[in-house]
């Protein structure tokens, strides 16, 4: 058995339906009664494992069935409703049958659109889900040991929990959890998670953004921004910069951890990562910009590899 | 450190999935170095009454301390009634009506509340969210409280009691991160909230192929494998269905094989569909390893820990694709596929029926995701450093 993962066999499976059905091999009409069981105890909503599943559903719901039901526990209404319906009958099938139409002709559009889409996406390295779902190494990080001192006086008079992300092996996390700083990490990789099991600090499996998003506006006391930092695609670093802007309460610090664009590179990240380390000024630009004040920058040659730590305090404190 | 445990109803005889996990839990840590566990829940077994099966007292269960607690009597038709006019548009449901639907449901039992409340656990943890032990005994004990929510896609998340359920405890444990997810769509305070996503421990147990199959007279045809309740709601129904017209598309031995408590019955008169019942320990690992492959219809579940055990059993899944949670399983571990539909049924369950190379590739992907995952010293270990953690921010944050 060649190494096929479940998504990929599952793309097979769904090509194999589609081209079952283009060729006549499936009795549409038992399958969808079929799936209106399926349907009927599925979450509301529910559209499954992607746009196919979701199309595949949205076909189903296209085809209206104008035979109401017409069973009552009333005595006659039954029989009222059966007359009714096949009065009706002539002008509900007529009505029906475009809308039936529409519906398919709207799906079928969608999948074109679809297709279209996922070409598109698989020629940019930002969307192309081979690269976007390839998990690079924690060992690739760069060293943030030599910035724990930094780190610490920064956030230690902050109330409220501070946020690592992408925290990698957690040894910052620890850092701040010895200085008595309630924090939690995030990061995508799932050795990170096993890295954090071992340092006994509390780490999330999540991608940065996808996390942000989810945090109310003002809810952590500061954050740290490291790793994903300087690989993250240009777009996602300043909605990365707008969002920490919103969930950091008034008067918190943000610091920014990354190495220097001028040194040597990870090699890894250099060939698969959509982005590149930023120069400190554009971190200090955009921290600017999204109205963050005090902002500094440190380097450090002396360091190795060659890194920076650019920090800012969120407005209104 | 002693953990206590809250739960609508607990013990050997329940084999409801959070109640079951709970338990899991709970016996392992009460042999764990420095730990010990104590249970208070109702007098329950059966969850669509709350009846007062078991006496009332203190009991040790597998080295588990219980104090079970008498709960007032549930109104099961009007519950019933209720639910139905609510759920239509949960998310317009005021306050008061859904306090007044958490009292129908039950069990309601206050006894239960007060007694954890009054003991010197130093963390009390809730499971599920859904019940009146939950919704009252969280805000009360919150910073010594960790839910277990076993979160669910269903109309009563919407109801404004349950905002408070989640986001007064010091720490939340999630089955999986697609649970984790879903609570956080719905409860977005609860995000920053110290929490974990734990998952539960597997051990294969005993239990022999060919014993299995004699007890339940599959006899030495090939069969797949649906395990737990029987109802419409768990997607049963129409998985008899779907698997009744595979058989029409495919003629063979293959049989589908129901073993679990029966709520409904599934369809009569539907071709080489057979429903076991209820059965044991031993049974239900030989009838998993005896398969050709595990179905899990239900689109809702918050774990599976049926998933992982046909995977700790060395055999494949196939899930319901709308279920997040399994699906998610399936496409980290590599050890299953999933359906959206019949067609995607038909063809799924061909190819695991008809290709043993495929079905033993995924089944060992599955068991691999097992082991690094879900054995138990590894989910223990997690569970009690996490708790460990809670406790010690607790005890910051009463000291600033």
Known sequence: ?317 | MKLGFVLPRYGIEIHGGAESAARMLAERLAVSDGWSAEVFTSCAVDSQTWADELPPGTFDVNGVTVHRFVSQPKDVATFHARSIELFGAPSTVTEADARAWIDLQGPVCPDVVDAAAASDCALVTFHPYLYWPTVYGVPRLAERAVLHPATHDEPPIFFPPYRQVFESPSGLVFWSDEERDLAQRRFPNITTRPQLVLGIGVEAEPGHAAAARARIGVGDRPYVLCLGKVTEMKGTAALARFFARYKELHPGPLTLVFAGPVADVPPEGLRDVLVAGPVDEETKWGLLRGATALISPSAYESLSLVVLEAWAAGIPVLVNGLCEPTRGHCVRSGGGLWYDGFASFDAALARLAGDSRLAAHLAAAGRRYVDAFYRWPVVLERYVRFLERVHERNQRVAVT
């Open chain 1, 1 to 317: 058995m060649p190494d096929a993962d479940a998504a990929s066999l599952m793309a097979d499976i769904e090509r194999e339906v589609r081209e079952r059905r283009r060729a006549g091999q499936i009795d549409d009409e038992y399958e969808r009664e079929l799936d209106r069981i399926f349907d009927a105890v599925a979450p509301p909503g529910a559209v499954g494992s992607g746009l196919g599943a979701a199309l595949m559903r949205a076909e189903r719901a296209a085809v209206i069935d104008p035979v109401g039901p017409v069973a009552s526990r009333i005595p006659g209404v039954a029989l009222l409703r059966r007359a009714l319906r096949k009065l009706m009958a002539f002008y509900v099938e007529h009505v029906v049958r475009q809308v039936t139409a529409f519906g398919v002709m709207v799906v079928r559009a969608m999948r074109l659109l679809g297709e279209r889409v996922d070409a598109v996406e698989a020629r940019s390295p930002v969307t192309d889900p081979r690269l976007v779902n390839l998990a690079l190494p924690v060992a690739s990080d760069f060293d943030v040991a030599p910035w724990f001192d930094l780190v610490v006086k920064t956030l230690a008079p902050v109330s409220g929990r501070v946020l690592h992300a992408e925290c990698g092996n957690g040894a910052l996390l620890v850092a701040l959890h010895d200085a008595g700083i309630d924090a939690y990490g995030i990061d995508p990789r799932p050795d990170a998670a096993a890295f954090a099991d071992e340092r006994r600090v509390e780490v999330r499996n999540a991608a940065v953004i996808d996390h942000l998003r989810a945090v109310p506006a003002g809810a952590l006391g500061g954050m740290v921004v490291s790793g994903c930092a300087e690989r993250l695609a240009t777009g996602d670093i300043v909605e990365l910069v707008d969002r920490a802007a919103r969930v950091l309460a008034p008067g918190a610090p943000l610091v920014v951890l990354s190495r220097d664009p001028k040194g040597d590179l990870d090699p890894i990240a250099a060939d698969l990562a959509p982005g590149r380390p930023l120069h400190p000024p554009t971190w200090a630009f955009l921290l600017a910009r999204r109205g963050f004040e005090l902002i500094e920058t440190r380097t450090s040659d002396k360091r190795a590899p060659a890194s920076y730590a650019v920090a800012g305090v969120r407005a209104g404190s």
